[in-house]
C-alpha cells in the first residue's frame, strides 16, 4: 500500500525537549493488541497526556492548544528502548509527518522510514536552538525540505542526512513493495537481456 507522497513541509511545530524517550512512553504496552496501525494516535504519551482519572494532564504539551503541527520536535535519544513499530504508528496516526531530534534509536528511525514518518537528526546547538524558538513562539514555521535534505527556522539552516533508497520512497509516496513494482520495466529489460 503506498503512502502519500513528501517533498517540502512548512508547519508549526511541537516541542517535547525530554530526552531519552522510550517506545513504551510514546505508546504503552496495553494499548498493543491492535493489528492494524489505525487508532494508536488516540493513546500516544497516553500516560503523559492523561492522569489515573482518565483527565488531560494541563501542563503536557499536546494539550497545550498553543503549540499544534505536523512536526514534533523531541529530546536527544527519542525512540529508545523496546523496537515496537507501534511507536512510529501513533506518531504518524496522531498527524506528525516529521520528528525532529539529535539523536534516534537505529531501530526507531528504521520503523518511522517504514511508515512515512521522517526522522530529522540534527546538531544538538541546532535542536536546542529550535525548541528554544518554538517555546517562544508557537506559530513559528518549519520548513523541512526532504529533496534538498535541510530543515530551517527563521533563517537558521541544517542538512540532514538519510538514505537515499528511503528518501526515493518517501517522496515518491513508496513502500518496499511499491518501489519493486516501480522498476518493472526495467527488471523486464534485464531479463531479456540475461535470457
Not at 73 to 87: D, Q
Not at 99 to 110: G, L, M, P, R, T
Not at 160 to 179: A, H, Q, T
Amino acid at each position: 500500500m503506498s503512502k502519500e507522497k513528501f517533498s517540502t513541509l512548512k508547519s508549526t511545530a511541537v516541542p517535547l525537549p525530554n530526552e531519552n524517550v522510550d517506545t513504551d512512553q510514546i505508546i504503552p504496552a496495553r494499548f498493543l493488541k491492535a493489528t492494524t496501525r489505525e487508532g494508536f494516535g488516540e493513546n500516544l504519551f497516553r500516560d503523559w497526556r492523561f492522569d489515573s482519572n482518565n483527565q488531560p494532564v494541563s501542563n503536557f504539551i499536546l494539550n497545550d492548544p498553543s503549540f499544534t503541527g505536523k512536526i514534533l520536535v523531541a529530546g536527544k535519544n527519542f525512540g529508545c528502548g523496546s523496537s515496537r513499530e507501534h511507536a512510529a504508528w501513533a506518531i504518524y496516526d496522531y498527524g506528525f509527518r516529521v520528528v525532529v531530534s539529535s539523536f534516534f534509536a537505529d531501530i526507531f528511525k528504521n520503523n518511522a522510514l517504514n511508515n512515512s514518518l521522517l526522522p530529522v537528526v540534527v546538531s544538538d546547538a541546532y535542536l536546542k536552538s529550535l525548541l528554544e524558538a518554538i517555546q517562544k513562539n508557537p506559530s513559528l514555521e518549519v520548513v523541512v525540505d526532504l529533496e534538498n535534505q535541510s530543515i530551517e527556522f527563521g533563517g537558521n539552516k541544517e542538512s540532514f542526512e538519510i538514505n537515499p533508497y528511503k528518501k526515493s520512497c518517501l517522496i515518491n509516496g513508496y513502500d518496499d513493495i511499491d518501489y519493486l513494482l516501480s522498476l518493472n520495466e526495467e527488471i523486464k529489460e534485464f531479463d531479456k537481456q540475461h535470457a
